[in-house]
């Protein structure tokens, strides 16, 4: 029993460390594009952090069958589209808005993901609606400009928030059949190599910019995707799912912690009442308040 406790508060401490990583992240990913391309940043971090990755997949190689490593090519081809689409929104978009924002609006993919499960009959429970409606409103308080209108960059954010959904589900269905690790590194490989393409078609890439945005590349390829990936699938051997939602959530709040402290971005009173109904909205669709109706019966609820 002591052991299983130690499990799970290791588990915990990981995910908020990975958590944190990913908040502070948006930083490094706006001060970034100061510098290069939003594709010629993303190609060069996802790089970085395949790379970072390889001694993981060659240490995890041992326990992949034939079978494993032939379908993982295909299952990270799919997976690296969404994430390439993800991350392509995200960094275009967060040129126009601010790290902290950013984060929250990012974060949706949460309430997002069981919302998606409606189209394919599986049941949503009452707490992911509340969530959801409270998440709903804090964007709007958060992202809504006086003229009633979605800015710019956070409506390519929100868009993004779609993608990581869906990646959420892909990952969720394919993992578990091949090496979570051997995944990861195929789908960033993928991420890297579109991102390159479309770069040298509509980018400058040049070598002195790519050096001098080098801080945030080293930050969010090494410590984003390759270390906070990693510490995320080990946490996550000895967490329940919806416990691990809720904390890796808290990126949003570690991204308006890093805006604030790095970048000097202010909230105003509305955003950060906002941010506060957002945050509220996605722990309350991971909790459980309601019992599940018997008429469910065997229908596995997502959210």
């Known amino acids: 029993m002591k052991n299983t406790s130690t499990a799970k508060l290791r588990s915990n401490i990981l995910l908020l460390i990975t ?3 990913w908040g502070f992240a948006f930083v490094f990913q706006r001060t970034g594009m100061e510098h290069v391309g939003p594709f010629t940043f993303n190609a060069a971090r996802f790089a970085l952090g395949t790379l970072s990755l390889l001694p993981v997949w060659w240490w995890f190689s041992s326990k992949s069958n034939e079978k494993t490593s032939r379908n993982v090519l295909y299952y990270g081809a799919i ?5 390439f689409m993800g991350s392509t929104f995200q960094q275009v978009g967060i040129q126009y808005t601010t790290a902290g924002k950013a984060g ?13 499960g409606l189209f394919f009959g ?9 969530g959801g409606t409270l998440a709903l409103a804090g964007l709007f308080l958060l992202s ?11 409506t390519l954010i929100l868009i993004s928030a779609l993608f990581w959904a869906g990646h959420v589900l892909i990952i969720a269905k394919f993992s578990p059949k091949v090496s979570p690790i051997a995944l990861s590194v195929v789908q960033f490989s993928i991420c ?4 390159l393409l479309v770069a040298l078609f509509t980018e400058t890439i040049d070598g002195n910019n790519i050096l001098l945005a080098g801080e945030s590349i080293l930050f969010t390829g090494i410590l984003s995707v390759g270390i906070a990936y990693t510490l ?14 809720i904390i890796l959530s808290l990126e ?16 105003s009173v509305k955003a950060q009442i906002g941010c506060s109904l957002m945050l509220i909205g996605m722990v309350v669709s991971q909790i459980k308040l309601f019992k599940i109706p018997a008429s469910i019966g065997k229908n596995r609820p997502i959210g």
């Open 232 to 245: 995320q699938v080990v946490a996550q051997q000895d967490a329940h799912p919806a416990h691990a939602a």
């Open 19 to 21: 958590a944190a990583i």
């Open 252 to 267: 949003a709040l570690f991204a308006a912690i890093g805006g604030w402290l790095l970048l000097n971005e202010v909230l």
């Open 192 to 195: 890297a190599l579109l991102s």
């Open 79 to 83: 997976a690296g589209l969404f994430l």
């Open 144 to 154: 809504i400009t006086d003229d009633l209108s979605l800015g710019y960059g956070d």
């Open 122 to 130: 599986q049941y949503t429970r009452k707490e992911t609606w509340i």
């Open 104 to 116: 929250f609006i990012t974060g949706l993919y949460i309430v997002i993901v069981p919302l998606i």
